[in-house]
């Protein structure tokens, strides 16, 4: 399945008129903010709104064909903004230009964005930079912001995205106006994988649940192959505490790599949530002891991929620790 496009090239966006509203209310009044903190789950459409935004600001001809802050992708602007040429806009995000992902925002790109917003834009109504995310930004580059969200630009729009907001500095959510983002609901996001997909509607359900009503998230998790490893985690936790260690192994060595380490993040992740799932139930039917055990290692599954990032584990060596507290609390429930 295709990866699914950047949200620079996403030109269609269902569920937002309250947030496009409230934008070009504000830009239509004279009142537009400094500053704008697009808040949400992660997949919602955050940065594809902050995208449909920066080409409002940028002059984009309205087109309502597109939705209320559409743009076509034919438009000059629009044609800009998707070649990463437009002289008036600045992003800052993790991905590289030869699409490499860093761990963070590092401080040397944020601290351009005084230079950046110093100049009087070059052919537009308004400078603007997008942060995606803002909780991608390291803590010198997080200060580094702060300095220009305390020294306003004139004619200069900063849009940042966070799938956190309690985990950015105070101080930076204090000088933001801030738009919460909701999922757009699970029959949304489900007809959007019907539509782009192809998906039967089941599966498209699945993964609509998986990400909790956000179409792009959803999108992220088919394009991964989430279903499939959703079913790889089912066969683990019904075949607890004996497990065909053949297939364990099998499974173990394709964490290798970059598309290793995506892979063993999403069995990780589904995991966690059928043993979320499985607690829930456990809460009103079962005893104390298996409950407490499941919800401790529903704890250490949420958090061991990004501590083997952190610090470099061997995940190969993270997966057999998981599989033995696994078969523990399987054992604890017998």
Known sequence: METPPHPRDVFRLEGLDRAESAFLDALSRGRLHHAWLLTGGEG???ATLAYRMARRLLGAQANLDYGILGAAPSDPVSRQVSARSHPDLMVLERATDDGKVRKSIPVDEA???????????????????????????N?????????????????????????SPGRLLPTIRSRCRRLAIPAPGFSLATQMLVDQTGLDSRSAERLAQMAQGAPGRALQLA?????????????????????????????????RGGEGAARFELLFE??????????????????SAALDRWAAVWEKLSRWP?????????????????????????????
């Open 270 to 287: 589904r995991l966690a949530d059928q043993i979320r799932a499985m607690t829930l139930r456990l809460a009103t039917t079962g005893s």
């Open 111 to 137: 601290r351009r964005l005084p230079e950046f917003f110093a100049n009087s834009p070059a052919t537009s109504p308004y400078r603007v930079a997008i942060i995606d995310a803002a909780d991608d930004l």
């Open 306 to 334: 990004g501590e083997a990032e952190a610090v470099n584990l061997d995940r190969a060596d993270v997966f057999w620790s998981a599989i033995s507290d696994l078969r523990a609390a399987a054992r604890t429930a017998m």
């Open 139 to 163: 803590v010198n580059a997080a200060n580094a912001v702060l300095k220009t969200l305390e020294e306003p630009p004139p004619k200069g729009i900063i849009l940042l995205v966070s799938h």
């Open 223 to 255: 394009s991964a192959g989430a279903l499939a490893m959703d079913d790889t985690a089912g066969e683990i936790l019904r075949g607890l505490p004996g497990i065909d260690e053949a297939a364990l192994l099998a499974l173990a060595d394709t964490f």
């Open 44 to 46: 919602v459409g955050k």
